[in-house]
DNA sequence: TTATGTGCAAAGCGTTTGCGACCCT
DNA sequence: AGGGTCGCAAACGCTTTGCACATAA
């Protein structure tokens, strides 16, 4: 019934409208990283009245409270639309199919012990970090 | 006379008029990784009749041609203006700082090694790939 | 009830493009 | 001479926003 980013919502203390709950269950359900008009388009098939406006509204809101987390991938040399995904508890970086654009997760830590070591070696403490893959399925032979 | 980015021009059989010539100096004495906009300004002051339209294509054309690298920085959890820089021989990342927004370079080699693996591990070959650490400055007390 | 959220349409911002004039080879 | 390039302004795609109405708490 009540979805896991909607529960979420609860948590962090959001006024939960109608709206908010359609976009919270289809983030909640979504297995892919769906873009600002995927997520539109499959929440207006929950509630046909709901504008894009209001998803913009909302993903931005969420992303504010930690509910989201944003991605910008570069598909052909440049950005095109935000993707989004629920803010996992768990770190993990992106690889991106190119001839697809199909997005895996990936989680390794030396690469991760590596990043805050390359930063602190610089003088500096690390805040964030994006690390994106463009790859292509691998052929058995050409 | 000549800059750097000009005579890679020459070599690439590209049609060298004024206005990219004067892109190409600025782009060479470049010490940052400026925008498209600070690109425009830099060469208003050499050509003040030269239209950001050219500059958009200059950059666009250069990219194509493997003469600039584009970075697409989210600074504050978007990614505004696309900035530029030489594209070098050798690959490097980039660390920026979120407080001054600037940039500055990195090598590190078993990341690099690090990148390939991951992907290979997965079954992809790296086509292209992009790490950016967002830090800030240490503090030496609090 | 009342502060907050919504829908609509218009505006904003970086970037691209159609077009006629212009310039490099 | 002639095809590529330029400048201008209009168009574009994604995203944000002003305003009047609707709604959760």
Do not use: W
């Not at 909302?58 to 992303?63: G, M, S």
């Not at 991760?112 to 994106?132: P, Q, S």
């Amino acid at each position: 019934m009540t979805s896991r980013l909607e529960q979420t919502c609860v948590e962090k203390g959001l006024k939960l409208t109608g709206q908010r709950k359609v976009i919270a269950k289809v983030l909640s359900e979504a297995a892919d990283h769906p873009d600002v008009n995927q997520v539109y388009q499959r929440a207006a098939t929950l509630d046909p009245k709901i504008s894009i406006a209001t998803v913009y509204r909302t993903v931005r809101l969420f992303e504010e409270y930690g509910i989201l987390q944003k991605h910008e991938f570069a598909v052909g040399g440049s950005h095109g639309r935000a993707r989004y995904e629920e803010a996992d508890t768990d770190h993990h970086d992106h690889l991106i199919d190119i001839e697809t654009g199909e997005v895996y997760e990936f989680l390794d830590e030396p690469l991760e012990k590596l990043k805050t070591a390359i930063a602190a070696r610089m003088g500096f403490e690390l805040v964030d970090h994006r690390l994106e893959l463009y790859v292509r399925r691998k052929k058995n032979k050409v």
